[in-house]
């Protein structure tokens, strides 16, 4: 029987770009950084859920032929990979310091029955939720 989810791929064009916006940005924080001769292993994890990372991957060999890896990257510069979502406490604060931090956001907090979220896009073209969940400030 599976346990949990310890890694989620995100594909990102650049990975000290993607330190930048995920660790420098959004407060994540590096769990592993490996050179592994054919690829570049670079995990990120909140904080305070060290045992969840995301694998910011760059599209190519050997996961992916050149040709996919194209066809990966122009996906991805589309917004048409996927989501993340991310939970926290206080979405309207945290929208406030991630715009003074100049993130743009394709919404702006908005009440949902499930509580209160945002949206952004990371420099890649990523979709990225950002949830409170619960409908009320903390």
Known sequence: MFTGISIH???VLDQEEAIDFYVGKLGFEISSDVDLGFMRWLTVAPPNQPDR???LEVPG???QS???AA???DLLTK???GSTILNTDDCRGDYKRLKDLGVEFTEEPTEQPYGIDC???????NHIRI???GGTDA
């Open 9 to 11: 791929t995100v594909f």
């Open 53 to 55: 990372s995301i694998l």
């Open 61 to 63: 060999p050997p996961s």
């Open 66 to 68: 050149d040709e996919t």
């Open 71 to 73: 066809v990966i990257r």
């Open 79 to 81: 917004g048409a990979l």
């Open 119 to 125: 949206a952004l896009r990371d420099p890649f073209g």
């Open 131 to 133: 949830t409170q969940p």
